[in-house]
């Protein structure tokens, strides 16, 4: 696998809707040559939250948006039971396009290598610089490792905040589609849930209101 990099694809003036756009002609790792399509990331600049997954899924790779399939739902649900309005967030992933493997006519998604991750940096890099929210939801493994580095334990960490920069935090969680694949799935979901609270309560809005939640 050849891996030169996302970062000579970027373009010269940053802007989300430049980096989409320059993003679609991404030949940064071997990822490209089999997916669909680059899915980048999508919401508002300067969003409250961003909420940062491992990789497009099946549906995403056909769509060209990010959570659109079945993980994509759990986290609907969850964004809304946790309180935090869809529209201030900004949702993307560590690695742009799909990575699978094909089993019959089944593509079975693959979990990145630490050097896919590493090529598709830049873009994440660029996507956290203009859009810096004020909480960012780490889903998952992959995204832990592309923002925090390889020794960072989600189920050791989950739920607990970590100082981005003065007045802006992580917060980390299972990534939705481990709650699919889980025995007790209402047991994960109600971790998931507790671990979105927990970044709702670090908003700037959350933060400035008094104690019994009353405006």
């Known amino acids: 696998m050849t891996n030169i990099g996302a970062g000579r694809f970027l373009p010269a003036r940053l802007s989300l809707p430049a980096l989409r756009e320059a993003a679609l ?3 940064g790792c071997d990822l490209y040559r089999n997916a669909t399509q680059t899915v980048f990331g999508a919401g508002m600049t300067h969003a409250t939250y961003m909420l940062v997954g491992e990789q497009p899924g099946d549906q995403e790779d056909r769509q ?3 959570f659109v399939g079945p993980a994509g739902r759990i986290l ?3 964004l809304a039971e946790a309180g935090i309005n869809r529209e201030s967030v900004y949702v993307t992933n560590a690695v742009k ?3 699978f493997e094909l089993r019959g006519k089944r593509r079975i998604h ?3 290598s630490a050097a896919e991750i590493d090529a598709c940096q830049p873009w994440l890099e660029a996507e956290m610089r203009l859009v810096d929210p004020a909480v960012t939801v780490i889903l998952g493994a992959t995204a832990a490792r592309a923002l925090l580095g390889p020794g960072f334990r989600v189920t050791r960490e989950r739920g607990r905040p970590f100082p981005r920069r003065e007045g802006a935090f992580y917060v980390a969680t299972i990534h939705p589609s481990a709650i699919l694949r889980a025995p007790d799935q209402d047991a994960a ?5 507790e671990d979105l609270r927990a ?5 700037p809005r959350a933060r400035s209101l008094p104690s019994d939640g009353l405006s």
């Open 64 to 66: 060209g948006e990010p």
């Open 25 to 27: 002609s991404c030949e």
């Open 189 to 193: 979901y109600e971790g998931f849930l």
């Open 110 to 112: 693959q979990k990145p």
């Open 199 to 203: 970044a709702a309560a670090l908003s």
């Open 97 to 99: 396009h799909f990575k």
């Open 76 to 78: 609907d649900k969850g």
